[in-house]
């Protein structure tokens, strides 16, 4: 019996699409421009997570959880 695998078929890119994306410097700019802006979105959306998550357990005002739990 095979594997799920090998059932499956691979599609190959179109040929022209790479060849317009090799060949067409002002598309791969934007291409990774856009890419760019999209790690960082990512990456700055975490960051604010991070913190909002950060303030919350370290707030000065709500006791440490942490603390009462050690006894």
Known sequence: MHYVHVNCKENPMNRYMLEEFHNDPALR????GAAHRERSRAVRAG????????????HPRLPAR???RLG
């Open 47 to 58: 960051l604010a997570w991070l913190s909002a998550h950060l303030k919350a357990l370290f």
């Open 29 to 32: 700019r934007r291409l990774f």
């Open 66 to 68: 942490w603390i009462a």
